[in-house]
């Protein structure tokens, strides 16, 4: 088989900022090793996140030429519309300035006191909306699936008999909706059957309950239903997605992932009365229901996106360049959540850094290591984000200590990954010299973004 390569060429291009060893350790202290804090042009890879990051193409600029900024029924909101409508077929489609927007407008209609929003995995935003509205965000995934060794093709799979359990137990009316993230962001990337989808939406119809998508990375997800699952060898990827979305009720989108844009995202729905009600909210706080807090030329880069990361031969260039990451980087030994996912590698802090322990962040002190070693900004997932200290003021480890590569799209060319891939392994060769952190300060909420530490 001949190598896969990136399916476009570079007509424009941001030079990016090669620094030395002395001058990152200073940026490092600076930023109170808070890769948050780091500015933007001292990274050379930034691997932060894969949100927002993507590169536009050329169409999708010229798309956003074309954007028709008329307050009220733009020919740009008729383009988003038309496109969104036939890719999920579902009827009334609200454009929001973030997936998150979608999530708070759903949530404050369907949440509140005493209801339960069970999910594969929630998205730490989709929990903080739910939970900011009183109702209960539930994780169902079964805990095989959260051990990085174990390999097995659908890690974000619902338990679907813990699916069961939780709505026999707390009463069908108390769940508005069943939630499914794919690929499921919170475990590795990883994605989810068709057939665990078909059997949600089975438990769904016995409870007569809705079943919603958290879409942001549905194309990722078709991809691996294609190339995993019985039976999909032959479908495109747009027939896939169709089967997912028709087994939905509703859908949040963070277009700032599958869409390939730098900012948008969108609530669909299939109940009138829904959403009339979201509708309502949404004039309240993001906008007019044709434009929902985004302008006439997001609508069109957006609606652009969406062709376009259906493309087959983006989406085997996109996996294939995340997997051949994941592939050198066990070859030489370095522990990470097996097997690769969709948008990231994260690597294994817990088994990288056996002698840190989690009270001095393994992950932090990685995430660390690797900017001093190669300017390489990555994002901790361990302790310093999910610890959390019991009544007694106890210390608690997350479970997994996770520092994530997550990879933008269209972005990075295979040099700079054989780059990351040898940034990475000799960070493991010296991995003995790297100590752990403590806190300098403290943040009180969301402390992986605002906190600061110092080495032990
Ligand atoms: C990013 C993300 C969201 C939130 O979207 P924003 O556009 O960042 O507000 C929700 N769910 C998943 C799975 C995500 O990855």
Not at 71 to 85: C, I, L, N, P, Q
Not at 165 to 192: F, K, W
Not at 372 to 394: K, Q
């Amino acid at each position: 088989m001949r190598t896969i390569i990136e399916p476009f060429k570079i007509k424009m291009v941001e030079p990016i900022q090669m620094t030395t060893r002395e001058q990152r350790q200073a940026i490092m202290v600076k930023a109170g090793y808070n890769p948050f804090l780091i500015p933007a042009e001292d990274v050379l890879i930034d691997l932060l996140t894969d949100s927002g990051t993507s590169a536009m193409s050329a169409e999708q600029w010229a798309a956003m030429m074309r954007g028709d900024e008329s307050y009220a029924g733009a020919r740009s909101f008729t383009r988003f519309e038309t496109v969104v409508k036939s890719l999920t077929g579902l009827r009334h489609i609200i454009p929001t300035h973030q997936g998150r927007a979608a999530e708070r407008i759903l949530f404050s209609v369907i949440g509140g006191p005493g209801k339960v929003i069970p999910s594969n995995t929630h998205f730490d935003t989709t929990r903080a909306n739910i939970e900011h509205g009183g109702a209960e965000a539930i994780d169902l995934i079964d805990p095989r699936n959260t051990d990085p060794t174990f390999r097995a093709p659908f890690k974000g799979n619902m338990d679907v008999p813990a699916l069961e359990r939780l709505i026999e137990e707390v009463g069908r009316d108390n769940v508005p909706l069943v939630m499914m993230t794919i690929t499921n962001n919170a475990t590795g990337g990883q994605p989810v059957s068709m057939a665990n989808l078909k059997a949600v939406r089975a438990v769904c119809d016995r409870y007569g309950l809705p079943m919603f998508i958290d879409a942001a990375r549905f194309a990722e997800n078709a991809w691996f239903i294609q190339q995993r699952e019985e039976g999909f060898k032959d479908k495109s990827l747009r027939q896939i997605a169709h089967e997912i979305f028709a087994m939905a009720n509703g859908v949040t989108m963070s277009a700032k992932k599958d869409a390939l844009v730098n900012i948008g995202g969108f609530l669909a729905l299939d109940d009138d009365d829904l959403a009339m009600q979201c509708r309502s909210v949404l004039i309240l706080t993001e906008g007019f229901p044709t434009y929902g807090g985004l302008a006439g030329r997001d609508l069109e880069a957006i609606a652009q996106g969406l062709e376009e990361i259906l493309d087959p031969d983006y989406m085997r260039y996109r996996i294939r360049s995340v997997e051949f990451l994941g592939e050198k980087l066990i070859e030489a030994g370095v522990p990470i959540f097996e097997p690769p996912g969709g948008h990231a590698i994260y690597i294994d802090a817990k088994r990288f850094l056996p002698h840190i322990p989690a009270e001095q962040f393994p992950g932090q002190a990685l995430m660390a290591a690797l900017y001093l070693e190669g300017g390489v900004r990555s994002c901790e997932i361990g302790s310093v984000m999910f610890g959390r200290y019991d009544a007694e003021g106890r210390f608690h480890g997350a479970p997994n200590e996770l520092v994530r590569l997550a990879i933008p799209r269209r972005v990075y060319t295979q040099s700079h990954i054989e780059y990351l891939i040898e940034v990475v392994i000799e960070v493991f060769q010296n991995r003995a010299q790297i100590r752990g952190l403590k806190f300098a300060y403290e943040a009180p909420v969301l402390r992986h973004f605002m906190s600061t530490f110092t080495p032990v």
